[in-house]
């Protein structure tokens, strides 16, 4: 027979009551979603604690109201001798995030190598590393695992569109409003800091000094970055007091060893979190979405223990369902809905997916000598005169050879890739990168303009079948699979707060800004759902 789960509607944990002090407990039996050996209730979760997930707990607990933060990863607790991260040019086991699921390994599974993969696939041992590496028929998707989500392993790059493309990008959303009110804040909660531009003078920026330079030279519309860093903790770096990280470049992709380069682990979920209405689960992956018999809903998840094994089956029964896994939301709602869990879900979703028009370039050039080592974060970020393509120089820890630097520059695509729900339960992207083929060419011609005024330089744009994306976007557009403030049509109580939530793109910037001004729009709009 199956059992009601507990009652508990603010979610507190007990003194004694199982894993981590869990609020309510029963043994289970298998309801829609799938079995779980222990269910909980809790009035309010929230599903990743990346950029959306976060500023959600902190938005909601200043409100007075109680959440719980499911995060599939570990935390990431620093360590003042420097080793919290793996870092080049020896990773070990914990770079990579592998849950049987999200896989390294190209995909879809046909031809030849099929069955080779699908063995190699089921000899990988789990790992609950910092970065998700999916391989998708056009695309090899990188995002960030763990308490803290993308933050951990992001270039911190705070930048805000231009007028006029977040005018193309968002045309129901008022940009003077944005302007005035949401970027101001989210640069706050993100804890943002221009570039000091007297850093430009130290050896490992003078990579950043010539792009800078030629950047002024060209007349193109310039800017000082607005990062997520604590500068003088980088200087501290420089001064050897703190173990180098952002100063040789080790700080995305691997996550930062000194702290200079900051994570909402350590800033607006830290600040939640003290509030005490905040509860963060490490290590649950949700693995499903359904409804529950008291019309509110129901998260499966795996608790898994730090190799990634899989210590029991928890389900989470809740009155309203925060959904913030960035990537993964879309995949999990169109898991959902195809499989009549949430069958009132909105056609588009998994729509709208774009890679934000990124293009990356190797730009050679004589002023750089042999193999200089090139810190972080970017410094400048030049655009076109109509803001809809910008570029800027990523330092790279990467061996590029003598005289190399990154730059990475975004464009406005203009024709979108959707997530599918093939026969098997799979979800596959359909997308490549031909369709961001115009953004692409807006890009270059940036780059070229930039680089025409660096001595001697060489473009050499990097245009693989399948790049590697760190910018994913969309599957969960606003105003469409959504209303205008993050409610998902069809299902009551259900709410998208991140990335999937961006058309595809940012408008010609890194995206993690405008998720959070997006985000904190919505919540000033949905927090008296919660309140009232
Ligand atoms: C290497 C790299 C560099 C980047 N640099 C920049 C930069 O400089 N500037 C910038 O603006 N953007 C950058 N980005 C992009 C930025 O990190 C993301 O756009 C942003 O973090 C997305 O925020 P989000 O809230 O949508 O999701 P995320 O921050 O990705 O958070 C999602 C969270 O959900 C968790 N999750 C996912 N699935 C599940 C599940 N099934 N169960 C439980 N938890 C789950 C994840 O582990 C994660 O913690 C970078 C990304 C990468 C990978």
Redesign the pocket.
Known sequence: MNRKPEEDPCGEPRAGSGTGGAPSVAARSSPAGGRADREERHGVVI????????LAALRLARAGVRSVV????RRWPLDPAGTTFPAFPSPDRRLV?LDGESSPLPSPRSGPWARLFEAVEAALPRSTGL??VRTEEGAVI??????????????????QPRPAAFERVFPALDHEEFDRIHYPRARRRLGGAPFPRDLLDEPPYRAHRLFDRAVRASGLPAETIV?AFDFGALREELGGVRPAAAVVGQY??TGCNSGARTS?DRTCLAEAEATGRAWVRPL????GLARDRRRGYRVL?EHLAEDGTVRERVAFHCDRLLL??????PR?LLSARDSGALPHLHPSIGEDWGANGDHVAVVRTPGLSADPVQGG??ATLVHDTAGTAGVMHAPLTLPLGAGRMVWLGMGIPDRFGRWVRSADGRIGLEWDAEREAAARAQVEDVLHRVAGHLPGATVIPLTPSRPVV????GGVRLGRATDAHGRLHGHPGLYC????LLPGT?GA???????AAV?EHCLDHVLTDFTG
């Open positions: 599903v990743g604690s990346g950029v959306g997930g976060s499911l995060e599939r990863g995030w970065l998700d990188v995002c960030g695992a763990g308490v803290g989500g993308g933050t951990l392993v992001y270039g911190g790059v705070l930048a990062s995305h992709f909402v649950h992956r949700v693995t998840t913030a896994a960035g990537v993964h939301t999990l974060p970017s760190a910018h994913a976007l707060l991140d990335g999937a940012a910037v890194n995206p993690a800004l405008t998720i985000v």
